[in-house]
């Protein structure tokens, strides 16, 4: 059920599309989907993937930023749960804009960390890749920064959508405005040094070659 406090971001973030045609591509593939809170309801909608998963788990993942800055990714396990994995990434929100507009985005982590005291996404310092292009390293925050408490607040009814959020009236004027993404993530463990989240697309019939897919993976020494 939509809440009034729902339905009034969505009509924010529909009013605010017309100053946001940059933000086209992935954006549209949920411009008819803003809610969809049952992964059964999702599941009857989209159909089965062709090629079997090797886990049926399911995550939230939320891209989002000012266009100005740069771009955060946050997964959770549901939208009301804490984060598993929260980190800035090294890519301007504006140059993310028109990967997304390009059509598959591939986001890529690799920890340089060849011990194993530590499970996979806790991990610290990742160097980030982008369709294949290193953009440099990320260090995973431990706690939520504001920004990043305040945009799991307002989608915390949300599972999935894309467009424009509210956002303080100094930060918009500084920043520019406050764009995001969130979908539901296939969660794929390889091994415990591998995983992968594929995003589950609305669309997949008409634009199978629109998404993201974002790999977390620890790289091992081969013996010398």
């Known amino acids: 059920m939509e809440t009034p406090g729902l339905l009034s971001l969505l009509k924010h ?75 800035e990434l090294p890519v301007h929100t504006s140059l993310f804009h028109k990967e997304i507009d390009s059509g598959l985005v591939r986001i890529a982590f690799e920890s340089e960390n060849k011990t194993h005291k530590k499970k996979l996404l806790e991990e610290f310092v990742w160097a980030v890749y982008c369709n294949g292009r290193k953009a440099g390293y990320s260090i995973r925050r431990k706690q939520a920064s504001d920004d990043e408490l305040y945009v799991m607040q307002l989608l915390q009814g949300v599972s999935m959508g894309a467009g424009v959020l509210p956002s303080p009236s100094e930060k918009e004027s500084m920043e520019g405005e406050l764009t995001y993404v969130r979908a539901r993530f296939e969660r794929v463990t390889g091994s415990k040094d591998s995983e992968a989240f594929h995003m589950i697309n609305p669309d997949d019939m008409a634009r199978p070659e629109m998404g993201c897919t974002c790999s977390v993976a620890r790289l091992i020494s081969s013996p010398s």
């Open 13 to 87: 973030s529909v009013s605010s599309d017309k100053r946001s045609k940059s933000a086209g591509g992935l954006f549209r593939m949920f411009k008819l989907f803003p809610q969809l809170n049952s992964g059964c309801k999702m599941v009857a909608l989209l159909g089965r993937p062709k090629k079997a998963l090797l886990t049926n788990k399911a995550t939230i993942g939320t891209l989002f930023g000012y266009r100005k800055g740069r771009v955060s990714l946050i997964i959770q396990e549901d939208p009301k749960c804490a984060p598993m994995f929260i980190i």
